[in-house]
C-alpha cells in the first residue's frame, strides 16, 4: 500500500506561482512511477507531468515551461513536489498527486500515461487562479 497526502494548494492570480507538495508512504522508493493530475470542473482528468524510473520527467504541453515536478528522499520519506509558475484561469482545477508500486519509462516521443496507470492517488489539493 502506498499513502500520498497533497498540500499547498490555493489560490493566486494570472501569473503567480504555487508549489504543490506530496508526502509519500509505504511500499514505494524514488524509482517507484509517480505524477501529478489535475481534473477541471466538468472535464476529464488530465496528466500534467510524471517522473519516470530514471529520473527523466516528462509534462503535458499545456505546461510545459512553466511546470516543474521534482522529488526528493530526505529522511528515507519520498516527496513529489509541482512547482507552478506563470498560472493562468485555464490551470484551476484540483490537482492529484499519484503514485504506483511498479516502474515506469515514458520517454519523449511516447504517449504520456493515463490515470488508470497509478493505482494510488492523494486527496487532491485545489489550485484556483483568477484572471
Known amino acids: 500500500q502506498v499513502h500520498l497526502v497533497e498540500s499547498g494548494g490555493g489560490s493566486v492570480q494570472s501569473g503567480g506561482s504555487l508549489r504543490l507538495s506530496c508526502a509519500a508512504s509505504?511500499?514505494?522508493?524514488?524509482?517507484?512511477?509517480k505524477g501529478w493530475f489535475r481534473q477541471a470542473p466538468g472535464k476529464e482528468d488530465e496528466v500534467v507531468a510524471i517522473?519516470?524510473?530514471?529520473?527523466?520527467?516528462?509534462?503535458a504541453d499545456s505546461v510545459k515551461g512553466r511546470f516543474t515536478i521534482s522529488q526528493d528522499n530526505a529522511n528515507a520519506r519520498i516527496s513529489l513536489y509541482l512547482q507552478m509558475s506563470n498560472l493562468n484561469p485555464s490551470d484551476t482545477a484540483m490537482y492529484y498527486c499519484?503514485?504506483?508500486?511498479?516502474?515506469?519509462?515514458?520517454?519523449?516521443?511516447?504517449?504520456?500515461?493515463?490515470?488508470?496507470?497509478?493505482?494510488?492517488w492523494g486527496q487532491g489539493t485545489q489550485v484556483t487562479v483568477s484572471a
Open positions: 499519484a503514485a504506483d508500486t511498479s516502474w515506469c519509462r515514458y520517454d519523449e516521443g511516447t504517449s504520456l500515461p493515463g490515470p488508470a496507470r497509478f493505482r494510488f
Open positions: 509505504g511500499n514505494i522508493n524514488k524509482r517507484s512511477c
Open positions: 517522473i519516470n524510473d530514471d529520473g527523466k520527467t516528462r509534462y
